[in-house]
């Protein structure tokens, strides 16, 4: 199983990225996806979940009305928009698959598997 987090780089606060996640080695449309974050010197933080289906989706308070996570079953592909970044956004960001139930879905340890992370960084 191997899950491919990319899109990352530099943005200028205001400004937006994409992430992508591809899967592969899994059947992706059986499991939830979801996108955390680690800044330095901090704990990995919950950002986004997807359900398998894509019928629903949840965010941290701290980026609702900004992100929007989606996925495409058929190219076994999760996405992360992000707009209006501010520097506080600044992280390295890490797709992860599996399947929770939703009083777990901010949970790591909820999550099967991981990919290795693409840096996001907003200058101020």
């Known amino acids: 199983v191997q899950l491919q987090a990319s899109g990352g780089g530099l943005v200028q606060a205001g400004g937006s990225l994409r992430l992508s996640c591809a899967a592969s080695?899994?059947?992706?449309?059986?499991?939830?996806m979801a996108w955390f974050r680690q800044a330095p010197g901090k704990e990995r933080e919950f950002v986004a979940a997807?359900?398998?289906?894509?019928?629903?989706?949840y965010y941290v308070d701290s980026v609702k009305g900004r992100f929007t996570i989606s996925r495409d079953n058929a190219k076994n592909t999760g996405y992360l928009q992000m707009n209006s970044l501010k520097p506080e956004d600044t992280a390295v960001y890490y797709c992860?698959?599996?399947?929770?139930?939703?009083?777990?879905?901010?949970?790591?340890?909820?999550?099967?598997?991981w990919g290795q992370g693409t840096q996001v960084t907003v200058s101020s």
């Open positions: 992860a698959a599996g399947r929770a139930i939703t009083s777990t879905i901010s949970a790591p340890w909820a999550y099967n598997y």
């Open positions: 080695g899994l059947t992706f449309s059986s499991y939830d």
């Open positions: 997807i359900r398998r289906n894509g019928g629903s989706t």
